[in-house]
């Protein structure tokens, strides 16, 4: 029920592309989701994130979609760069003290230019 | 400005050498966090302290301790480093609502 399922674990998109990520989750008790973008040798920075009242939220060219009743969300990378070459983690939490993550597997993702 | 500042970047060890690792944060939330990431892998909590109360993954190994001195610092102690503890040690904090903010890292090598 804690797990949160990421596909695919690697991906390769042309530059100017769509970039498609999806995650699944167990436990309706989640009720914020990030994802985060991590480079080689650098720690995870917070990309987007959403909140299970909305179905969807752009921040320029990165756009949470998410779907309450199957419990996926994904993330789309409009236009896609090398620049954003790197692994992305999907993660989800639940209102408490402390909100601890469960972050999914990790995609890799590069963009050829 | 750096919120969460993680300090060696890189740290050699021997194996069974005790080592340090050290994290402030600049946000003086009271919830901070040390993960353990292994190449390829999404990060793993080790613990997390809200306020002065620790709290530790149950899968945690009690070769890894914590200290929290005060609010802003944190460190992560490692009794007797294994080969199988080389990894990056992330530290996190906690900002607005939900989010966690994550330091550089610091990799440790076990030689």
């Known amino acids: 029920q804690q797990q949160v399922k990421q596909s695919p674990q690697s991906l390769i998109v042309q530059k100017g592309g769509i970039s498609i990520i999806n995650c699944a989750y167990e436990n309706t008790a989640f009720d914020y989701f990030p994802w985060y973008q991590q480079f080689p040798g650098k720690g995870p920075a917070l990309l987007i994130a959403i909140r299970p009242d909305v179905s969807e939220k752009k921040e320029g060219r990165f756009t949470i979609s998410f779907n309450k009743s199957a419990k996926q969300f994904s993330l789309h990378i409009m236009d896609s760069q090398p620049g954003d070459s790197a692994t992305y983690f999907c993660?989800?939490?639940?209102?408490?003290?402390?909100?601890?993550?469960?972050f999914g597997t990790g995609t890799r993702l590069k963009v050829l230019a | 400005d750096a919120m969460v500042i993680q300090n060696p970047r890189y740290q050699v060890t021997q194996f069974g050498k005790p080592v340090t690792l050290s994290c402030s944060q600049t946000l003086n939330h009271n919830v901070m966090y040390w993960y353990q990431q292994k190449s390829s892998q999404a990060p793993k909590l080790l613990f997390h302290?809200?306020?002065?109360?620790?709290?530790n993954e149950a899968d945690t190994p009690d070769n890894f301790q914590s200290r929290r001195p005060n609010t802003s610092f944190c460190f992560l102690d490692i009794r007797s480093p294994g080969l199988g503890d080389a990894a990056m040690y992330l530290c996190?904090?906690?900002?607005?609502?939900?989010?966690?903010?994550f330091g550089p890292g610091t990799r440790l090598l076990v030689l």
């Open positions: 996190a904090t906690q900002g607005p609502q939900e989010t966690q903010y």
């Open positions: 993660a989800a939490s639940r209102a408490s003290g402390t909100y601890k993550y469960i």
């Open positions: 302290y809200y306020d002065k109360d620790f709290n």
